[in-house]
């Protein structure tokens, strides 16, 4: 008979893979349109309805950006325009886009296929700046999470009640000391998921940008997620007949 564990694990199975795989961090939503167009306020009405359906689809902490593709005859391409009006002209109308869409102004960006390489670069430097501010509001979320927790980094078992079996479970004290044991078991799991967490989206940030200080924050993280596993919780749960805590649980936390 396979040994049964009553460890009901910290994250949840599918969660490493569904942010890495199905929940994006970004989304990017291309148009077609002239900053030119007669139709231009028209359109930007339409172009505000597709964005407002796509924020329904998805988590509201997914960022949007809105990338306008230029029309190869767009008039500011072609002639001349040796006092920049076209191009004043055209950088209104993205303010105005931006505002109609309701999304932040530097999350619009247009692709003109006369300058193609340098447009695609600064839409992608773009992209990569936003999944960095992306994993910078997880990152600030997180820590205060943590900061509420008032759980010590290297919280040591000694500090913490821990779980006694007694004959009288009538005893109020014991129930008492129980309950409390409880009550620090769940901030310790929280902690674990927290820290896992903070570590994953700093992890994400060393790709947007790759510092020193990134990586020292992605190891502390996951380092100090694992600390509290080993050293708090499972001596927690080992000290309590109620629960039991196998070999494999101890990497079930993925």
């Given amino acids: 008979k396979d040994e049964v564990s009553s460890f ?7 969660w490493l893979e569904n942010h890495i795989t199905e929940i994006p961090q970004v989304v990017a939503l291309f148009t077609e349109l002239s900053w030119f167009d007669p139709s231009f306020n028209e359109k930007a009405l339409e172009t505000a309805s597709l964005v407002s359906i796509l924020k329904q689809s ?56 006369t300058r193609f390489s340098r447009s695609i670069e600064s839409v992608s430097r773009g992209l990569l700046t936003m999944i960095g501010h992306f994993c910078q509001d997880k990152i600030k979320s997180i820590t ?38 409880l009550n620090n078991l769940q901030k310790l799991k929280l902690s674990v998921k927290y820290y896992f967490k903070l570590g994953f989206y700093n992890e994400i940030n060393c790709e947007v940008e790759a510092s020193s200080n990134n990586e020292k924050a992605t190891y ?22 109620n629960h039991q805590i196998l070999s494999q649980n101890y990497l079930e936390i993925l």
Avoid: M, W
């Fill in 8 to 14: 009901d694990g910290i994250i949840k199975t599918k």
């Fill in 58 to 113: 998805i988590a509201n902490s997914t960022k949007i950006a809105l990338i306008v593709i230029q029309p190869e005859n767009c008039p500011y391409t072609k002639a001349k325009d040796p006092l920049n009006q076209n191009q004043r002209e055209a950088a209104e109308r993205l303010a105005h886009l931006a505002r109609t869409v309701t999304i932040p102004q530097e999350h619009v960006a247009e692709i003109d296929f």
């Fill in 144 to 181: 205060s999470k943590i900061s509420a927790l008032d759980i010590s980094k290297r919280g040591s078992p000694k500090k913490l009640p821990s779980f006694t079996s007694s004959k009288n479970n009538n005893n109020e004290k014991d129930q008492n000391h129980k309950s409390k044991s």
């Fill in 220 to 241: 502390k993280a996951y380092q100090t997620a694992y600390e509290l596993l080993f050293n708090s919780i499972a001596p927690i749960l080992s000290a309590d007949e």
